[in-house]
Structure formats: structure tokens, C-alpha cells
């Protein structure tokens, strides 16, 4: 009886032994997470990247239409005479206090 009891107990094991996976099919399994892992990152860098490009060119045109509403730039997108006089004051040298000719 004791016999029968020992290989029954060992055939227990050897069989709860046999269904887990193998070493194989673990390793497939660990490649195919860090491939789903990388995919996933990637896609979330994907849309922080287009969710920053979008605000960049949100705050252009916000800059764009404020040059137009202060009368920097005509609707078109060109310099406006307003603009294109203070650019000619910033071009001129200035002269240095006290000197007299």
C-alpha cells in the first residue's frame, strides 16, 4: 500500500509538473510583453509629441492674430507702416547725451 501511495504521489507531481509552460513558451511570452510594452510607450510618445505640436502652433497663431489686433501686421501677414516705422527707429544710432557740436 505504501508503494502504490508513493507512485501515485509521484505521478501527481511529474503530472502538475507537465502542464505548466516550458521555458520556451515563457520566453515568448516575456518577449512578446516588452514588445507590447515598447508599442505602448511609443504610441504614448507619439501623442504627447502631437498634443505639444498642436500648442506650439495654437500659441503662433494667438501671437499672430495679437501682431494683427496691435496693428504690427496687416491681415495678410505682412509689416504694417506702424511696424516698419518703429523698425526704423530701432535702426537709427543714438545720439550720446551731453555732447554738443
Known sequence: M??????LVIGAVALVTSCGPSAKELEEKRVTDSIR??????M?????????DSVSKAQIE????DSIAQGWLKEDGTPSDKLKKEL???AMPVKAPGKKK
Not at 2 to 7: F, G, H, R, S, Y
Not at 37 to 42: K, R, Y
Not at 44 to 52: G, T
Open 44 to 52: 504614448v510618445q507619439a501623442e504627447q509629441q502631437r498634443i505639444a
Open 62 to 65: 494667438a501671437a499672430h492674430k
Open 37 to 42: 510594452v515598447a508599442d505602448s510607450l511609443a
Open 88 to 90: 526704423k527707429k530701432a
Open 2 to 7: 505504501k508503494k502504490l501511495a508513493t507512485v
